[in-house]
């Protein structure tokens, strides 16, 4: 008799908790962009080049579980190809680089359509610039790791009858480390043990990084079109050094937008919003 009675009560309370779990949106963007390259490193050549950056990205984006239903974190991933040249137009430097980045961020409901968002983000990025006019020092590597600050206004709302959601969202590192060698030496003696002053810690006096995106995401019912602009500056010095990579891109991409639920809920996990 207790059994009969006591079982099915704790199956009602677990149904009534698990209708109340809020859902947990994701967001997941697939973004091609193509557009201006500005490219120095002293430590390669004085000159400075100019040409052509290309690149994709993937960034995803979930609300957090209670109690921090408030937060969001993300993942963002990219690669990007990069060719310039000089004034004279006599060389040509290449630039290949793969990123990577996670974040967490505390977002704001505001009035008329408006959110806002503030936290912090840890990145990676590795690459190389080559130039193949150069017969010692025909290359330099790029690593660096940093973490800093991040944050994003958003206003919802609707031209006529479409959706739309327009996006600023930056980032800029405060603090980490990044690779550097001495001016004029060279990576086979890097290779035969000179490996004292390579690693250098990063603040803004000697590494300062600016990464943006203004998007405008399109709703058209199961496909989210997104068109922006996105923009990143590095510069950095140590060692004699001095290096530079600015870029500015026009973003086109797809958004596919996932509501997480309970499994007791519904047989499938997730559900999607965009095909």
Known sequence: MFQRLFIPLILLISSAAAAQEPVRPISSAWMAEGGSSHLADTYLSRSHYGGARYGLTYSRLQAMKSPL?????????????????????????????????????RRWQLAA???????????????????????????????????????????????????????????????????????????????????????????????????????????????TLRLGYRFNGVSARANGITSRNISHCAVVGVVCDLVTINPRNCDEKTVPACY
Not at 75 to 98: E, H
Not at 114 to 132: P, R, T
Not at 153 to 175: D, E, F, H, I, N
Request: glycine content about 14%; hydrophobic content about 40%.
């Open 113 to 223: 359509g408006f959110q806002a968002g503030i936290g912090g983000y840890a990145g990676v990025e590795l690459g190389a610039l080559y130039l193949s006019r150069n017969s010692n020092n025909p290359a330099q590597a790029i690593a660096a790791a940093g973490i800093g600050p991040e944050g994003f206004v958003q206003w919802s709302g609707k031209l006529k009858r479409l959706p739309l959601a327009v996006r600023w969202q930056v980032s800029s590192p405060l603090t980490g480390v990044f690779f550097c060698p001495d001016y004029g030496e060279l990576y086979y003696e890097i290779q035969l043990g000179n490996r004292s002053d390579l690693v250098h810690g990063a603040w803004p006096g000697n590494r300062r990084a600016l990464r943006s995106l203004l998007s405008v995401d399109l709703n058209f019912g199961r496909s």
């Open 69 to 105: 239903a408030r937060w969001v974190q993300g993942w963002d991933a990219g690669v990007s190809f990069s060719s310039a040249r000089n004034r004279a137009g006599n060389a040509r430097m290449l630039g290949a680089g793969i990123e990577g980045s996670w974040r967490m961020m």
